[in-house]
């Protein structure tokens, strides 16, 4: 598999825009309503809200970064039914209540540690309208380029402590080096060396059934909830339980 045709890095060194279609879509485009627009959150290379576009929905597709913004209005200036803004999870949100029939937020929380994580599900919530659905991907704990450096034990540790908190790992850089160095490959140090130039260094690999009480609490009804596999992200040896995946609706 040539992984440079799944990622590409970002300009603003938070993660990688992904070649691959969100495995999660049809929720997506499936909550178009015809009259509130579609949102996709760290739009990237715009390959899931080109798939909007050809079901004939409106997309307002963001970036955190005001060049990437500039750049893409640029590459879709002929294109219709598309509109690229700047959004900073989870305080730079301009846009206002109940604008939107689906929120496509992919590869995006595993950012943010607990506060911005809690605070950015309130802004989906205030976003999207009443029945709308909000859709999810992100990394997850049991990746298995990482159970080597026993990720999902240090996390249940973190559990066991604090029960409701989704904490991020603050030495990234510390458990993706060690993880290399047991893995012991060639590939495996030269995407260790990929991530400390690409990645902020801390990551949030996310605990599924925490991540849906969260939304639940803040008033969602989770629809799906699931993990599954994602070759497009840049590890060293993939697994089928790498990524995070949940559908959550706003009660009409």
């Known amino acids: 598999m040539d992984d440079g045709k799944l990622y590409k890095p970002l300009s603003h060194n938070r993660g990688f825009a992904y070649q691959n279609i969100n495995p999660l ?15 996709d959150i760290g739009c990237g290379s715009c390959v899931n809200a080109r798939q909007a576009l050809e079901a004939g929905a409106t997309v307002y597709a963001t970036e955190m970064e005001e060049e990437s913004v500039k750049t893409l209005i640029e590459d879709y200036k002929d294109c219709q039914n598309i509109s690229f803004h700047y959004l900073r999870l989870p305080d730079q949100v301009s846009f206002q209540d109940n604008t939107f029939s689906g929120i496509l ?8 540690n607990h506060p911005d994580i ?3 599900v309130w802004e989906l ?18 990746a298995l380029a990482y159970q080597k450096v026993d990720l999902k034990k240090l996390k249940e540790e973190e559990r066991q402590k604090s029960p409701l908190c989704l904490k991020a790992v603050q030495n990234f850089y510390d458990l993706c080096k060690t993880a290399a160095e047991l893995e012991g490959t ?8 990929q991530q400390k130039s690409t990645m902020k260094p801390y990551f949030n ?3 599924a059934d925490q991540l849906a009480m969260v939304f639940t609490r803040l008033g969602f009804e989770v629809e799906v909830l699931t993990t599954g596999p994602a070759p497009q992200y840049p590890f060293w040896v993939h697994g089928d339980h790498d990524q995070v995946r949940l559908v959550a609706r706003k009660p009409a």
Do not use: M, Q
């Open 25 to 39: 879509i049809k929720y997506w485009i499936g909550s178009w309503d015809n009259a509130h627009p579609l949102l």
């Open 186 to 193: 060639e590939s495996a140090w030269k995407l260790y060396e």
């Open 105 to 112: 937020c992919s590869e995006v929380l595993h950012f943010l």
């Open 125 to 142: 919530y205030r976003l999207v309208r009443p029945g709308g659905k909000v859709v999810i991907t992100c990394g997850g704990e049991d």
């Open 205 to 207: 690999f996310i605990n």
């Open 118 to 120: 809690i605070s950015s």
